[in-house]
Nanobody, 124 residues
Framework: QVQLVESGGGLVQAGGSLRLSCAAS????????MGWFRQAPGKEREFVAS????????RYADSVKGRFTISRDNAENTVYLQMNSLKPEDTAVYYC?????????????????WGQGTQVTVSP
């Protein structure tokens, strides 16, 4: 079983940047596609970004395209989400997730394990 621990969240002003990290334990990490999702109060969990096992394929939600970048370091068992030009509407709890597959997915239902989440708050 892979366990995920997110870090890097916090409070930032609009236009600022944050870098989220997701550290994984377990030997299967490098064989799994990974994703970031977020959930704002009163809203459903939504897809943010996903990356394939190799890191060569990525996909982004339209709302973050051009501002966020997902990456991974399989040697360090870590996935990152670089968030630039943050907006108040990016405020949410951000979750890292993994799936027992090589390919990326935008559906939370297709992910097998999740982190506990990290809060990101963007002030106007």
């Amino acid at each position: 079983q892979v366990q995920l621990v997110e870090s890097g969240g916090g409070l930032v002003q609009a236009g600022g940047s944050l870098r989220l990290s997701c550290a994984a334990s377990g030997r299967t990490f490098s064989n799994n596609a990974m994703g970031w999702f977020r959930q704002a109060p009163g809203k459903e969990r939504e897809f943010v970004a996903s990356i394939s096992r190799s890191g060569l394929s990525t996909r982004y939600a339209d709302s973050v395209k051009g501002r966020f970048t997902i990456s991974r370091d399989n040697a360090e068992n870590t996935v990152y989400l670089q968030m630039n030009s943050l907006k108040p509407e990016d405020t949410a709890v951000y979750y890292c997730a993994g799936r027992y597959s090589l390919s990326i997915s935008t559906s939370p239902l297709e992910y097998n394990y999740w982190g506990q989440g990290t809060q990101v708050t963007v002030s106007p």
